[in-house]
């Protein structure tokens, strides 16, 4: 049986829970069957298939197993298929099961070694609650796969795992160009229908891109994604001034973050837990890395940022430093308000705030990225934002990024969603996108905006 090599080391290295997502025709689900049925005619194994939905066995991954056998002449003798299980000569047994309409039935299992969650976009935060002690905490050796095509950005299984990397998950993204024994016929299907449907609608069925929850992002997912290494894809020398974005944590379970550019380049991302008792050592954290990289500090200076300034001037006294640090009002009145955004609109027209402003210039120029590096457009190197593929936090910064919508202001002016807003619709604060943003905010001396 021919397994798909990108996931050899996947499958090799020991993880409580293992994580695999992507688009489809990338082999996702043909490849956790497999592993499986290797594991199961080696050793004697309780494996527990569930799913959110199983009114029968058909609508269960019983069917793949099961072709998956019969169609491999060395493992066929070792299986046996029942109505309702699969069973082994190793004394391995494959159990099938809908979490929705069977909580106490998942509740009761006792002895599993391998719990195979498909369509695992569906898994919510409760149902996890329930699933992680019944299978991780009973059993020491136990292990849980989660096998999904992402839905919406917001989705439990995609933010816990994806995301935040939450649980010490081995997480592996793979897509239909992963996939080795995808016939051709299927392949030239899908380059067709790359040329036929709009990219969104392309990118999130077989690129495994998360939806938005809607068409109105400030930013686009593709957007965030063409701008991955950009300057290597288009050939740029990254040159300029350095800056460090710092938003500073409001309370309860926000967290610090930095984002480090240097020119175009975003270098590096960093994060961190902080209580309200620690705003000064955070922001000595800040100070001493914009120090380190030599890069003008622009800090979040609303609420808890307020005194920011104050310890930063303290610094750079006692340290006998010269850090510039500059404050990002995110409702301040927006900057060069007499000049043209668009033709007969002038910024102060247009804008709400300098935040809508600054969101504003982050999107109009990871557009212009989009266009030079996919569409393969002409572009202006100042015009080109690029992310390093080497930064931490990257998964996290492109649903941050993409998560905000546009909004408008009682005045008719241009607005970015509040984070009240976005808290109702289960999306927590972007702290590394507002970071980011701040290092291309109209606020630095000598930066043309």
């Known amino acids: 049986m021919k397994l798909n090599p990108k996931l050899k080391k996947f499958w090799k290295i020991k993880a409580k829970v293992k994580v695999l997502y992507g688009g489809r025709a990338s082999s996702k ?5 497999g592993i499986l049925i290797y594991l199961a005619s080696k050793y004697k194994l309780k494996i527990a298939c569930v799913r959110k939905f199983q009114a029968n066995i058909k609508q269960s991954v019983y069917s793949v197993i099961k072709k998956k056998v019969i169609n491999d002449e060395y493992f066929r003798p070792f299986f046996d298929f029942t109505d309702t299980s699969i069973k082994t000569t190793t004394g391995s047994e494959f159990l099938f099961l809908g979490w929705e309409r069977n909580t106490d039935q998942i509740k009761g299992l006792d002895d599993v070694d391998i719990m195979w969650i498909e369509e695992g976009h569906t898994l919510t935060e409760e149902q996890w609650l329930i699933i992680k002690p019944t299978v991780l905490l009973r059993k020491e050796t136990a292990m849980v796969i989660i096998v999904f095509n992402p839905n919406l950005e917001t989705d439990f299984a995609y ?35 790359k040329e036929e449907m709009e990219d969104d609608v392309f990118n999130h069925i077989y690129l495994g891109y998360p939806k938005s929850e809607s068409e109105f992002a400030f930013i686009k997912k593709a957007w965030i994604e063409a701008c991955i290494d950009a300057h290597i894809k288009l050939g740029i020398d990254v040159r300029g001034k350095k800056a460090l974005g ?14 480090a550019t240097h020119g175009i380049l975003t270098t590096e991302i960093r994060e961190w837990k902080a209580k309200e008792d620690e705003l000064e050592q955070s922001a000595e954290k800040a100070f001493n890395q914009a120090d380190e990289i030599g890069a003008d500090l622009i800090y979040d200076c609303i609420g808890v940022g ?16 010269s850090v510039v640090y500059i404050k990002f009002d995110a409702g301040d009145a927006v900057k060069n308000p007499e000049r043209e955004y668009k033709v007969n609109r002038k910024n102060k027209d247009h804008f709400e705030n300098l935040k809508a402003q600054t969101w504003q210039i982050v999107s109009d120029r990871m557009l212009a990225t989009y266009k030079a590096v996919v569409k393969g457009e002409p572009f202006n190197e100042d015009d080109i934002i690029s992310i390093s593929s080497e930064c931490k936090f990257l998964d996290k910064l492109k649903t941050e990024l993409s998560s905000p919508l546009k909004d408008e202001s009682k005045r008719g002016l241009v607005k970015v969603e509040s984070k009240d807003d ?27 905006f």
């Open 306 to 321: 307020a005194s920011a300034g104050s310890t930063f001037k303290r610094l750079n006294s006692e340290k006998n430093k």
């Open 422 to 448: 976005m808290k109702k619709r289960g999306i927590p604060s972007p702290n590394i996108a507002d970071a980011f943003v701040m290092t291309y905010a109209p606020v630095r001396k000598r930066v043309i």
């Open 159 to 193: 933010n816990n795992f994806v995301i935040n990397r939450n649980e010490g998950a081995l997480v592996q993204e793979i897509n239909y160009h992963d996939n080795p024994f995808l016939p051709a016929s299927a392949l030239e299907l899908i380059e067709k229908e």
């Open 29 to 33: 689900t043909e490849d956790t069957a």
């Open 246 to 259: 710092y938003d500073i944590a409001d309370a309860g379970n926000d967290y610090c973050a930095t984002v």
